[in-house]
C-alpha cells in the first residue's frame, strides 16, 4: 500500500509539474536599472526579466527595458509602463523609444514609433488624453488607434496632442501650401507634418497658396503614392502667397511639401486637429522632458 502511494504521490507531482510548465508565460526581455523599482507591485533592484503583461514602477531612476529581439525603451523616474510583446503601454509619466522603429510607445490611445533606426523620440503622458512627444534625434511618427498617421514630427520639435470625443468622421482643419503632383493637390500640414490629398471643386486658384482647409477624411479613396489620407474639402481659405521655395510653380518637383512644423510668435504654432487628433507645436523639443545621457541615473547592464 505504502509502495501504492508512493506511485500516486509520484503521478500527481508530475502532472503539477507538467501544469506549471505548460502555464509558463516565456519571458520577452529584461529591465534594470541604477536604484530599485516595482515589478508587478514587488520590489526590486538591479534587473528582472519581463514578461507579457508585467507592470513596472520606478522611483528615482530610470528604468532600462530591453526585448529579446532588440526593441530597447527607457521609462523615466516616477513613471508606471504596461509591457506587451510588441510595445509599452506608457500609464503615467515618461518613456523614451531609443533607435527601435519596431516597438512603439502607446499612451493616451495613440502609438509613438521612430521613423529611423537612428530616431529616439520622448513621450509624456499629461493626463489620460494628452501626450507631449519630442523628437529628440531623427523624424518620429504619430499612428492613432484607427493606423491613421497624425503626425510626422522632425527633429528637435515637440509636439502637443489630446485626443478628441469626436471621431475620425468629425471635420477637421488644416494649414499649409497646396501644391501639385501628377494631377492631384496635396497639402503638408504645418503643425502635424502630415501629408494628405485635398480631394474638392475648383482647388486650382489655391495652388501654391498657403491656405486652412476644413474637411473630412474620404476612407473609401486611395490616396496617390506617398500620401497618408484623402481629405474631402468643405471649406477652403487662402491665407496668402506661400513662402515655400517651388510653391508658386505649384511644387510640382516630387517631394515637395509644406514647411512641417512651422511656428507662430512664442515657438507655439496654431492648433491643428487631424483625424481626431488635436495638435499644437512646441520648438524646440520641451526642455525638462528628455531623459538625456547627461541627466539619467547610470543604468547597470
Given at each position: 500500500m505504502y509502495r501504492n502511494l508512493v506511485k500516486v504521490f509520484a503521478v500527481m507531482t508530475l502532472a503539477g509539474s507538467l501544469a506549471c510548465a505548460w502555464a509558463a508565460t516565456p519571458a520577452i526581455g529584461v529591465v534594470s536599472a541604477g536604484g530599485s523599482f516595482q515589478v508587478d507591485g514587488a520590489r526590486v533592484s538591479g534587473n528582472a526579466t519581463l514578461f507579457e503583461g508585467t507592470v513596472i514602477e520606478t522611483d528615482r531612476a530610470p528604468s532600462e527595458l530591453q526585448w529579446l529581439h532588440g526593441g530597447r525603451m527607457i521609462l523615466g523616474s516616477d513613471s508606471r509602463g504596461k509591457v506587451c510583446r510588441d510595445r509599452l503601454l506608457l500609464e503615467r509619466g515618461q518613456a523614451q523609444i531609443a533607435g527601435s522603429t519596431t516597438y512603439p510607445?502607446?499612451?493616451?490611445?495613440?502609438?509613438?514609433?521612430?521613423?529611423?533606426?537612428?530616431?529616439?523620440?520622448?513621450?509624456?503622458?499629461?493626463?489620460?488624453?494628452?501626450?507631449?512627444?519630442?523628437?529628440?534625434?531623427?523624424?518620429?511618427?504619430?499612428?492613432?488607434?484607427?493606423?491613421?498617421?497624425?503626425?510626422?514630427?522632425?527633429?528637435?520639435?515637440?509636439?502637443?496632442?489630446?485626443?478628441?470625443?469626436?471621431?475620425?468622421?468629425?471635420?477637421?482643419?488644416?494649414?499649409?501650401?497646396?501644391?501639385?503632383?501628377?494631377?492631384?493637390?496635396?497639402?503638408?500640414?504645418?503643425?502635424?507634418?502630415?501629408?494628405?490629398?485635398?480631394?474638392?471643386?475648383?482647388?486650382?486658384?489655391?495652388?501654391?497658396?498657403?491656405?486652412?482647409?476644413?474637411?473630412?477624411?474620404?476612407?473609401?479613396?486611395?490616396?496617390?503614392?506617398?500620401?497618408?489620407?484623402?481629405?474631402?474639402?468643405?471649406?477652403?481659405?487662402?491665407?496668402?502667397?506661400?513662402?515655400?521655395?517651388?510653391?508658386?510653380?505649384?511644387?510640382?518637383?516630387?517631394?515637395?511639401?509644406?514647411?512641417?512644423?512651422?511656428t507662430t510668435a512664442g515657438g507655439v504654432a496654431s492648433a491643428a486637429t487631424v483625424a481626431g487628433i488635436s495638435a499644437a507645436v512646441a520648438v524646440p523639443a520641451a526642455a525638462g522632458l528628455a531623459i538625456t545621457q547627461e541627466d539619467k541615473t547610470p543604468i547597470s547592464r
Open positions: 510607445i502607446e499612451a493616451a490611445s495613440l502609438r509613438v514609433l521612430a521613423a529611423q533606426p537612428d530616431s529616439t523620440a520622448l513621450v509624456a503622458l499629461d493626463g489620460p488624453r494628452q501626450i507631449h512627444v519630442s523628437a529628440l534625434a531623427g523624424p518620429v511618427r504619430v499612428i492613432n488607434s484607427d493606423g491613421i498617421l497624425v503626425a510626422n514630427i522632425p527633429p528637435g520639435r515637440t509636439l502637443a496632442m489630446e485626443t478628441q470625443v469626436a471621431g475620425a468622421a468629425a471635420p477637421f482643419t488644416l494649414t499649409g501650401t497646396v501644391l501639385q503632383r501628377d494631377g492631384h493637390y496635396l497639402l503638408t500640414d504645418e503643425t502635424t507634418g502630415v501629408t494628405v490629398e485635398l480631394q474638392g471643386e475648383d482647388l486650382a486658384p489655391a495652388l501654391g497658396m498657403r491656405v486652412r482647409v476644413t474637411g473630412t477624411l474620404d476612407t473609401l479613396t486611395q490616396p496617390v503614392a506617398g500620401v497618408s489620407e484623402v481629405v474631402k474639402v468643405l471649406t477652403l481659405k487662402i491665407l496668402g502667397k506661400s513662402t515655400l521655395a517651388g510653391a508658386a510653380a505649384g511644387g510640382a518637383a516630387k517631394g515637395a511639401t509644406a514647411a512641417a512644423g512651422a
